[in-house]
């Protein structure tokens, strides 16, 4: 532990810190003008060896002030209120990691900057920067949790102004597949848009429009394990409400504000997975940026659509087929979406289209489509909205249709 004395071998240097010792400063926000000269010692120790030195300089004493004009005594005593607070306030977060941000505002920003100021010292550390390390160290003894800059399980924010701590913890990433064996359950919960959630004639009081979603019974027994309130849902696209997905969609659910991390995954799968309604497999912990891959990758995706027909099918049409997956499938927006999105021209291909008849009106065809063609369309035609479509080239209206999705064809499964 040395202080590099060449610093104080020019004389700018000497004069400056007298400049500040005749502020009344404690031997932190001292040590801390020139914090990065110097390495193995705490900022504490740098003070008290400049002003040792000081001393000697001068002839005199001048001892630590009684109230130090820059922190107001913080490295004294309100680092440990603050430490205790702190350590109050995680009580009950289960966490491994933490960071500290220190939000520096107003008077003090003011005081620091002035200081600077009056003595352009280039070796200064922000106070910001001490409160963070050393508050940080407090809490790592207190706790015996690590401090971790990169990707922490909590963010403590200490803000020196409103002399308040606001905690932040990191949501838990869950990855996995899932399969939906019933139609009418949407992928994620839909809030009542007339009541917001609240409960309303509209809603019945329950505040959604449907009794459950792939969301809710992926995370009811998530959220109680994380001891969580909500959950976000994120897919890799969706089906339709009233398709079934018997292929393996993959998703993130995100689980918020959770009060413990350590959930045993494949213990939630088999609780999951006692539903009738929602299977799911490979649950995994990930990061977030998984989702943004999520929501980008185009997968291919197989579909069984079931058709009744009004007519009597007309078997030598069938060869008119063949132009599905010819030509591209132009799609102006489905008019039973045209309410939420924008009216434009959607261009896919359809790469293998297969069929079967099953009754006299009735017909089974197996589609593999690009990402985002609409399926029901290019059977129905959507009164020639998609072109071309099944239902013009067989001459014959759709009465009535299913949808399962078989296949979702994201490589490895
Ligand atoms: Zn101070
Ligand atoms: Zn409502």
């Known amino acids: 532990m040395k202080f590099p004395a060449k610093i104080l071998e020019e004389s700018d240097n000497r004069k400056k810190l007298l400049e500040i010792l005749k502020l009344g400063v404690c031997s932190n926000c001292l040590g801390r003008q020139w914090g990065m000269a110097g390495h193995g010692m705490t900022n504490a120790e740098r003070g008290e060896i400049l002003r040792e030195y000081a001393n000697k300089l001068t002839g005199s004493e001048v001892k630590e002030p009684e109230n130090c004009v820059l922190c107001n005594n913080f490295f004294k005593d309100g680092i440990n209120k603050i430490a205790d607070e702190i350590?109050?306030?995680?009580?009950?977060?289960?966490?491994?990691?933490?960071?500290?941000?220190t939000v520096v505002r107003g008077e003090l920003e003011r005081k620091q900057e002035s200081m600077w100021e009056k003595t352009g010292i280039e070796d200064v550390e922000?106070?910001?920067?001490?409160?963070?390390?050393?508050?940080?160290?407090?809490?790592?003894?207190?706790?015996?949790?690590?401090?971790?800059?990169?990707?922490?399980?909590?963010t403590i924010v200490i803000d020196m102004?409103?002399?308040?701590?606001?905690?932040?913890?990191?949501?838990?990433?869950?990855?996995?597949?899932?399969?939906?064996?019933?139609?009418?359950?949407?992928?994620?919960?839909?809030?009542?848009?007339?009541?917001?959630?609240?409960?309303?004639?509209?809603c019945k009081g329950v505040g959604k429009l449907y009794k459950t979603s792939v969301q809710e019974i992926i995370e009811t027994p998530l959220l109680k394990a994380a001891e969580s309130k909500n959950s976000a849902f994120h897919g890799a696209g969706r089906e339709d409400i009233d398709a079934r997905n018997l292929g393996w969609r993959p998703f993130v659910i995100e689980i918020v504000k959770p009060?413990?991390?350590?959930?045993?995954?494949?213990?939630?799968?088999?609780?999951?997975?006692?539903?009738?309604?929602?299977?799911?497999?490979?649950?995994?912990?990930?990061?977030?940026?998984?989702?943004?891959?999520?929501?980008?990758?185009?997968?291919?995706?197989?579909?069984?659509?079931?058709?009744?027909?009004?007519?009597?099918?007309?078997?030598?049409?069938?060869?008119?087929?063949?132009?599905?997956?010819?030509?591209?499938?132009?799609?102006?927006?489905?008019?039973?979406?045209?309410?939420?999105?924008?009216?434009?021209?959607?261009?896919?291909?359809v790469k293998r289209f297969s069929y079967k008849i099953v009754g006299n009106k009735k017909m089974q065809f197996k589609v593999r489509a690009e990402s985002g063609l609409y399926i029901k369309e290019l059977i129905t035609?959507?009164?020639?909205?998609?072109?071309p479509n099944a239902s013009e080239l067989l001459e014959n209206k759709v009465k009535k249709l299913s949808l399962d999705v078989i296949k979702i064809w994201t490589g490895k499964d």
């Not at 905690?167 to 009541?195: A, D, N």
């Not at 035609?381 to 072109?387: A, F, I, L, N, P």
């Open 161 to 202: 102004n409103m002399n308040v701590v606001r905690v932040h913890i990191k949501s838990l990433y869950i990855y996995g597949k899932y399969q939906k064996f019933e139609r009418g359950i949407p992928q994620t919960k839909w809030i009542c848009t007339r009541c917001n959630g609240k409960g309303c004639t509209f």
């Open 381 to 387: 035609g959507d009164e020639g909205r998609t072109q």
């Open 126 to 154: 922000t106070i910001k920067s001490e409160i963070n390390r050393e508050v940080g160290k407090k809490i790592e003894q207190l706790t015996r949790k690590k401090f971790n800059l990169m990707n922490p399980d909590v």
């Open 259 to 349: 009060l413990k991390r350590k959930i045993k995954l494949r213990e939630m799968e088999r609780k999951i997975n006692k539903s009738k309604k929602v299977n799911v497999r490979g649950l995994k912990f990930v990061e977030k940026n998984v989702i943004r891959k999520l929501k980008t990758d185009r997968i291919d995706k197989t579909y069984i659509v079931d058709v009744e027909f009004k007519n009597k099918i007309d078997k030598k049409l069938f060869k008119n087929l063949k132009t599905i997956t010819k030509e591209p499938i132009m799609q102006q927006t489905p008019l039973r979406v045209r309410h939420r999105r924008a009216d434009k021209m959607r261009k896919r291909s």
């Open 87 to 101: 350590v109050k306030k995680v009580r009950g977060i289960e966490f491994a990691t933490f960071l500290i941000g």
